[in-house]
């Protein structure tokens, strides 16, 4: 088949939607579809540039491409799925949080405005269309899902996406830092970790790697813990290094605020790490159980640094991490690629 991934690009940014898309093209073009990406920028403000982003997909023709036909497409992020097509099948990552579970909160600039309020019904009335049009609705993770039947009626099937990096990572010694890798913003959450690690009585470390808008003032917040030399910030790392980080680390932390997924949850388990989180870690608790896999805290400094103190026993880390590979396993792109295309497509006339 001929098959479109339709996704949104912000310029100069780039995360893990991006490497579900290329991941996803590459498994169709492996079962031996042809495959190509579509994306359109998507810019947020003003306001209006919400609506005129999803008007721009839905104003795009996509049953054919220079007169061959197109057979389908698959919609991921927030407004992609707008895009019209006689086979539409939707993996959503996720919708405009912002204006959903975020509203009203410090990770949004939405409802504080006037008009604030009707923007946001006009675009879940949006989503509930042009998301309950597609003929096939799946989501990358149950919260997902759970999010798109609260606030829009919808139900999706839970989809889970592997990791680019799952089939390199293997499980290495346990050496004596707690690796976060994720991109640098509010809502990951690593101002926790460090003030944890500032209250923690053991001697581990952390490797913060990414990038992101909230790197200076993690770096300034480090030095205001006194933290020194535990703390190193790597900024970004390319494959090869990110596979030696969780191959040697004692533990992955990855708490965000209600997490969509967590790319660094499954990279964790597949390098055979327990992972440190939070009890409001939204898909990253798909995965992670206490004392089982990871270990949970309260989504606060003093819970996470008793974690912290826990994982420095190197015998239970390597315990809550053993299993861990084996609950990850089955996560592949050719059952993704199967779920996602085994819907029937209309008969051509």
């Known amino acids: 088949m001929r098959i479109l991934v339709c996704t ?19 498994a169709l073009r492996a079962q031996g579809h042809e495959a190509e990406i579509i994306a359109l920028p998507y810019t947020w403000t003003p306001r209006p540039n919400l609506i005129k982003s999803a008007l721009a997909w839905r104003l795009l023709d996509l049953t054919q491409v220079d007169g061959r036909p197109v057979d389908a497409i698959i919609c991921t992020k927030f407004p992609s799925y707008a895009a019209s097509h006689p086979r539409k099948i939707v993996w959503l990552v996720h919708q405009h949080r912002q204006a959903y579970d975020w509203y009203g909160t410090a990770l949004s600039d939405w409802g504080a405005q006037p008009g604030d309020a009707e923007a946001r019904q006009q675009l879940q009335r949006l989503d509930r269309r042009t998301l309950g049009e597609a003929q096939a609705l799946f989501a990358i993770s149950r919260n997902v899902a759970a999010r798109l039947r609260r606030f829009n009626d919808l139900h999706a099937t839970p ?17 004596d830092y707690i690796l976060s890798i994720s991109r640098l913003d509010a809502a990951k959450r690593i101002d926790l970790l460090l003030h944890a690690l500032a209250r923690s009585r053991s001697s581990l470390r952390a490797i913060i790697a990414g990038r992101g808008p909230e790197q200076a003032a993690l770096q ?16 970004f790392v390319e494959d090869t290094r990110a596979l030696e980080l969780f191959a040697r680390c ?10 969509d997924y967590g790319f660094a949850t499954i990279e964790a388990f597949a390098a055979g790490k327990p992972v440190l989180t939070t009890t409001d870690a939204g898909g990253v608790l798909e995965f992670v159980q206490h004392g ?22 190197v015998q239970l880390a390597q315990r809550l991490g053993a299993a861990n590979p084996s609950r990850v396993a089955e996560i592949k792109w050719s059952h993704v690629v199967d779920t996602l295309l085994a819907t029937p497509g209309p008969q051509r006339t």
Do not use: C, K, W
């Open 8 to 26: 949104t690009q912000v310029p100069f940014a780039r995360g893990g939607a991006e490497l579900l898309s290329e991941g996803l093209r590459d």
């Open 159 to 175: 989809l889970y996406p592997p990791s680019h990096l799952m089939d390199r990572l293997r499980p290495g010694p346990f050496e």
């Open 220 to 235: 300034r917040l480090a030095r205001d813990l006194n933290l020194g030399d535990r703390v190193h910030f790597a900024g």
């Open 250 to 259: 004692r533990a992955v932390y990855y708490a965000p605020v209600d997490e």
């Open 292 to 313: 089982s896999s990871g270990y949970v805290a309260a989504p606060d400094a003093v819970a996470l640094a008793a974690g912290i103190d826990e994982l420095a026993d």
